[in-house]
């Protein structure tokens, strides 16, 4: 059995991390900047040992701080992939890849036979006699692709293992670690700044933020439903938080500033909230129309950018500092309406395209969820 389970705190880093993943799963470690994502993987690769909790991977305990155990880095059987391909620069392709196998214990022969199989898996077989100074970043992060897998990890580590490459070298990268884990149902997690990663590679999302997991979810799930603000980001739709209020036959949100949003959903009142819904489905208007079923939101109008044929327009942030709205109209519409950045406007979208659901706790959800 290759699940992890991990809770640990780490009071330095304002770390506080609770994240279980299925065998075989793939799981999105999304958040914004010094949200904790490379300290999670520090903490499972074991560079990091937490000041209280516990890493298991199947039945093995890798750190455990109740009974001061933690197992060295090299025999946790977890592979760590960085946005650096880091190989040794002395050694060929073969010889990198191979020297995995070789540290645990494999022959020559044997370890070139594994390092030849994984170099042929990532599409790397011509390259095998080249050092890395031969190598250009898209070719060097295959070979690291390869070491990583030649040690035959339980579980692999990816620390956004794209981002170094350019646009025309990331495709063929992404595929290959789709093939790598999707058919070798390997349990794996990447960090990923890239919504394309996340709809490519993983099966579920974990959104970190402040050193806690405050969203877990399958993809499909974050991405139509998302609960956190960084999740809501990353899928591109609105989201306001609240708490549920009756109205008749349905649901209404009101925010703490006293704002209130129509939407489909049953919910208890009092219960937290969140209203999600496409910057597509929102109009703009100069003056408020009165026609209901519609929440009509008076904003200002913060930035206007190019999004496709369109434009999405962004209104200021929230009174409590959450991002403010997008509204995806079309040029002629922004021309029409004289908008620019500044004006007041008023934001109408229909009740039937607001969803509410209920708001996650911050912690992570160990409940509901199950991989889709
Ligand atoms: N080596 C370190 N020593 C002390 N504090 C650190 C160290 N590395 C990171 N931190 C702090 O720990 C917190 C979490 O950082 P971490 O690097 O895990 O975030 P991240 O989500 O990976 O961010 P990014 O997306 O910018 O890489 C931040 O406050 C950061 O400043």
Redesign the pocket.
Known sequence: MNSLHLRATLG????DLELDVLEGETVAVL??????????LQLISGVVAPDAGIVRLGEDVLTDTASNTIVPIHARGVATLAQEALLFPHMDARTNVAFAPRSTGANRATARAVADTWLGAVGASHLADRRPAQLSGGQAQRIAIARALAADPRLLLLDEPLAALDVDTAPGIRRVLRTVLRESGRTALI?T?DLLDVVALADSVAV?DG?RVVERGSVTEVLTAPRSEFGARIAGVNLISGRAVDAENSTSLTTNWGVTVHGSGRHTTGTSVVAVFSPAAVSVHLTAPHASPRNVFEVVIEEMEVQGSGIRVRSRPQPDGSPGMAADITPAAVSDLGLEPGRSVFFVVKSREVALHPALPSAARSDGYRRS
Do not use: E
């Open positions: 330095s880093r304002g770390i958040g914004p900047n010094g949200a904790g994502k490379s300290t999670l960090v700044h970190i050193g």
